[in-house]
């Protein structure tokens, strides 16, 4: 396509074969980029481009006729991709904790407790689905009131004791894990992401933050397909 476009406009005369060397190495570039084909190597669009410009340059030269300014066309083409590509990456987002600028392939996630956008490889803790610094300031992520544990667990229980912390119905609001009824005190079940640490169970009606959220580096979101906590890729 690239080569029949910029072939069309090589037949026109020398301006429109840079003029279009230039726009088909931006505009390829762009659409590159955004339709997400393979581009994991910053240098790969440019060298493709020029190439791709480099070939219908030379049909034309040694088709229909010699121009020394056409040659130009691949150079500006590859110029044209490696500035978007620049711009794109000066562009790109930083972590919201470390402040690191992400790479073109690092995924992000979206922490369910403050809600900030942070990397992979420093800020996001994959065992317990938060950022650090929500793991190190223990951040709660459910509600707080008791109308929404009463409704969503039963009421507190005196008797038993939490099964993570031990803690007694005078030390911790116990509530039952709807599915075992094992009890689990209220700080456990909010460390725990809502999670019963003996069946694995949710509990109904979680903030709907608490769903796992990736990022690619361009700020489009996905949900995680899986609750668990993802491995590394
Ligand atoms: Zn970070
Ligand atoms: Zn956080
Ligand atoms: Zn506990
Ligand atoms: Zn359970």
């Not at 969503?152 to 599915?179: E, F, H, Y």
């Not at 209220?186 to 169970?201: I, L, Q, S, T």
Request: charged share 20%; glycine share 8%.
């Amino acid at each position: 396509m690239t080569i029949s476009v910029h072939f069309g406009m090589g037949l026109a005369g020398n301006v429109a074969a840079l003029l279009g060397a230039v726009l088909l190495g931006s505009g390829g570039t762009l659409l590159w980029v955004h339709f997400d084909l393979p581009h994991r190597h910053a240098w790969l669009p440019p060298l493709v481009l020029a190439v791709t410009i480099l070939v219908s340059t030379l049909v034309l030269e040694l088709g229909f006729r010699y121009s020394f300014w056409q040659l130009l066309s691949p150079l500006l083409a590859g110029g044209a991709s490696t500035l978007t590509i620049a711009l794109r990456i000066r562009d790109r987002q930083r972590c919201n904790l470390c402040n690191r600028r992400l790479k073109l392939q690092s995924v992000t996630f979206r922490c369910p407790r403050c809600s900030m956008l942070v990397c992979d490889e420093n800020c996001w803790n994959f065992e317990h689905r938060r950022c650090e610094m929500c793991l190190e300031n223990r951040v709660p992520v459910l509600p707080v009131q008791d109308s929404w544990w009463s409704r969503v667990t039963g009421p507190r229980s005196m008797n038993g004791r939490c099964q993570i912390c031990l803690a007694s119905g005078d030390q911790g609001d116990l509530r039952p894990c709807v599915t075992c009824r094992r009890l689990q005190c209220r700080d456990c079940w909010d460390f725990n992401n809502g999670e019963c640490a003996r069946c694995g169970a949710t509990l109904p009606e979680l903030p709907p933050s608490l769903r796992t959220m990736v990022a690619e580096a361009d700020g489009r979101e996905q949900l995680l397909p899986s609750h668990r906590s993802p491995s590394k890729a």
